[in-house]
């Protein structure tokens, strides 16, 4: 198995559900992006977010400072932009392409919920921004 493969099993191990409420499945909150960080970013960039996770020591490249990312962006979310790189993720730095992953998932099959779950990690990560 490769590095990548073993990462990619390692951050895949707590695949949360999706919230349910009396009548059916509610939409809004579908994904819960916390928990989400907690089950599969935090292992490399930490419970807080800082790029200090267990893992992180073995990887080929540092994670991200995921706290940071609106200071250095001259005190703009680039929202965007944190999309892509979770959409598709960094080989380079060892960080699987997690569409793919979430989109094999039963919380989120197919790649139109991959990417809502992501947006929503995305969200999640805006409000866990250190001033600027």
């Known amino acids: 198995m490769t590095r990548l493969g073993a990462l990619a099993a390692a951050c895949g191990v707590g695949l949360t559900s999706a919230v349910l409420v009396a009548g059916g499945l509610q939409t809004s909150t579908r994904y ?74 039963q919380e989120s099959a197919g790649t139109g919920a991959a990417k809502e779950r992501i947006r929503s990690l995305v969200d999640y990560l805006e409000t866990i921004q250190q001033k600027p």
């Open 32 to 105: 819960s992006s916390n928990s989400d960080f907690q089950s599969f970013c935090a292992s490399c960039h930490g419970t807080s977010g800082k790029g200090d996770g267990v893992l992180a020591r073995s990887l080929s490249k540092r994670p991200a400072d995921l706290t940071q990312l609106k200071k250095k962006n001259d005190g703009v979310y680039p929202a965007d932009a944190v999309f892509k790189v979770i959409d598709a993720g960094h080989e380079s730095a060892d960080m699987p392409a997690w569409t793919q992953v979430f989109a094999k998932s």
